[in-house]
């Protein structure tokens, strides 16, 4: 009975040292922060950017580039990871550190379309692919003829080029292999002639690009550099426009239709999202405050979309925020100025 009572106790005794005593004062960890979504946009003509948080669903700062004249055009890119903002205009690209907000550097190229992760760019005029920061050129023989388009994950860029048709220029779309260093210029002709616009977007691990035509109708096709072969996804009015983008997460590809309604162009009014992969229609997202959407804008987290309008008449100074994975408005916000070029760190956007 006295030996039970001795092993009784040495159970108890382990399994107190076993339990794990609390500290009732002690709080769990908070979950980090999420990081807040900043989007830039500077203005149609001018030299202020402004940065609206979609998390405080306003225009939180704003900052004068001093090296750039007031009435100039600025085209801007977020370069890498929030820390610089490129400002192409008048001849040369302007550095600009987001935290002092002065200009610390320069490179003598204007018409600059940053890659998604700002380690290349494309230069119209003279045209160029180069890598970032150190500027070197990888090739000048593409023959765009208007700005190109990186792939989400900075493989592959596309682009328009024209070649002697019948004794006429006919443009065609060209797709260059950053990694693989080559260049495939075809989808001319397939059964019937494609004319692309100098819109397009593509998806490398798809193997096809997103681009706008003009014959033999107006809208959004797929080209499949695979098969060599063109799907239609939608047509559209006689004379619209189209801009596809692709979010990061090569998921979705949204674009809309704008023109001019001087020539009885009717807006549809809607943002059209497809399934990249399947090219299936997902959504009609009707966008509010604005008129006709032609440039937009994902975040490098496929969450939130920024719409600008299609200013026709230069009078809408508003820019519409949507819902990428819910596909709804969020609000529509005043910038204070026609909207022009918007970037955001690391994201997808239509143009420059």
């Not at 040369?92 to 940053?114: A, H, M, N, Q, Y």
């Not at 004319?195 to 080209?223: C, E, H, N, Q, W």
Request: glycine residues 6%; aromatic residues 14%.
């Amino acid at each position: 009975m006295k030996i039970n009572k001795i092993l009784l106790i040495g159970l108890l005794l382990g399994l107190l040292a076993s339990i794990t005593v609390i500290n009732c004062d002690d709080k769990p960890t908070p979950p980090p922060e999420p990081e807040e979504h900043l989007f830039y946009i500077a203005p149609a003509i001018g030299n202020m950017v402004k940065v609206f948080s979609v998390e405080q669903a306003a225009m939180v700062d704003s900052f004068v580039v001093d090296s750039v004249d007031e009435t100039w055009q600025m085209r801007i890119h977020v370069i890498g990871d929030d820390s610089l903002l490129a400002v192409s205009t008048a001849g040369k690209t302007f550095l600009v550190d987001l935290e002092t907000k002065g200009v610390i550097s320069t490179f003598p190229r204007e018409s600059v379309v940053f890659s998604r992760d700002s380690r290349y760019y494309f230069n119209y005029n003279p045209t160029g692919l180069w890598s970032n920061p150190d500027h070197t050129l990888i090739t000048d023989e593409t023959g765009a003829i208007f700005w190109a388009s990186f792939c989400n994950q900075t493989e592959t860029m596309s682009y328009v080029y024209t070649e002697p048709v019948d004794d006429e220029n006919w443009p065609g779309l060209g797709l260059y292999s950053i990694t693989g260093d080559s260049v495939s210029n075809h989808l001319k002709y397939l059964g019937e002639l494609l004319v692309a616009t100098t819109f397009s977007y593509p998806i490398t691990r798809l193997g096809k690009v997103f681009v706008s035509m003009t014959y033999p109708g107006y809208g959004l096709v797929a080209a499949d550099f695979g098969s060599d072969t063109v799907r239609t996804l939608k047509l559209f009015n006689m004379w619209a426009s189209i801009v596809p983008v692709v979010g990061p997460d090569d998921k979705y590809v949204f674009f809309s239709d704008y023109g001019l309604t001087q020539i009885e162009f009717a807006p549809s009014e809607y943002i059209f999202v497809y399934d990249a992969n399947s090219e299936d229609s997902v959504a009609s997202i009707r966008y509010e405050g604005i008129d006709m959407v032609d440039y937009m804008v994902i975040s490098n987290d496929s969450r939130y979309l920024v719409a600008r309008p299609y200013n026709e008449f230069d009078n809408i100074t508003t820019i519409c925020l949507i819902d990428a994975k819910n596909f709804n408005v969020i609000g529509v916000y005043d910038c204070g100025y026609l909207p022009g070029v918007i970037s955001s760190k690391f994201a997808s956007r239509n143009g420059w």
